[in-house]
């Protein structure tokens, strides 16, 4: 741990989490993955109410071990991805893709819009869906879906 991290630790209290300074001050932080697609594992920010950044640190490890144990906590919260095992069916509609799938956390429907900004190839086997209420799915990797789910998802995107 570096001299910067032990000026402050994390805490939490109910539901939130507060970033505790070395005066005892208290305020209250959510915390995100820097590059939530490419970059998880690396940086994390902590952002204010206003979704302000307070705080960038370069990696989780540098909290200290009760720190690292609530962030590691919200972040797996937070970023809970269905992953897509099969696609149903995909129909286009006046600009809408309409998508029934089964994830690994159970059958979903959704809606993506504009599939050339909320459809991103993270690499050329991962793909990440974000749908017109903001969710994320995955599908990773692309090669083992069937051959059926396939040519729904090339219907699409």
Do not use: C
């Not at 995909?90 to 690994?104: A, L």
């Not at 051959?147 to 090339?154: I, K």
Request: charged letters at 35%; glycine letters at 4%.
């Amino acid at each position: 741990m570096d001299e910067m991290t032990r000026e402050f630790s994390l805490v939490r209290k109910h539901d939130q989490v507060f970033l505790r300074g070395a005066d005892g001050s208290e305020v209250p932080v959510r915390i995100v993955w820097t590059r939530p697609i490419s970059g998880r594992g690396s940086e994390i920010s902590l952002l204010d109410e206003k979704k302000k950044e307070i705080l960038m640190l370069k990696s989780i490890e540098l909290l200290d071990p009760d720190s690292r144990t609530i962030a590691e906590s919200e972040l797996e919260h937070r970023y809970l991805v269905p992953r897509i095992t099969s696609v149903i069916s995909t129909s286009p509609h006046f600009g809408s893709r309409y998508w029934d799938v089964e994830t690994n956390l159970g059958r979903r429907r959704f809606v993506l819009k504009d599939p050339n900004k909320n459809a991103v190839w993270v690499t050329e086997d991962h793909l990440v869906i974000r749908d017109t209420l903001g969710n994320r799915y995955e599908i990773n990797p692309f090669s083992r879906l069937d051959d059926h789910s396939r040519a729904e998802v090339d219907k699409v995107i």
